[in-house]
């Protein structure tokens, strides 16, 4: 429901920063452990999807979102 929510544009700063908490858990909980590698699960590859999304709860829905045409942009 949160990837369909960011993709919509809807509440994205709030779901975008509840994600990098998300992500930030898998980084260092389960893949760190594995090391550096993405064919053996390292975590670098859930490190990039992190700081991705990270970055979008900083930056906002943008023009197209409905966060903007509703007016709710937090």
Not at 41 to 46: A, L
Request: proline share 4%; aromatic share 20%.
């Amino acid at each position: 429901i949160g990837a369909l929510m960011i993709m919509f544009g809807l509440f994205t700063r709030l779901i975008a920063a509840a994600l990098a908490v998300e992500f930030a858990i898998i980084t260092f909980v389960a893949h760190w452990p594995q090391g550096f590698g993405w064919s053996r699960g390292g975590w670098e590859y859930p490190l990039f999807w992190g700081l991705i999304i990270f970055a979008i709860a900083l930056r906002g829905g943008g023009p197209y979102s409905l966060d903007r045409k509703f007016g709710w942009e937090l």
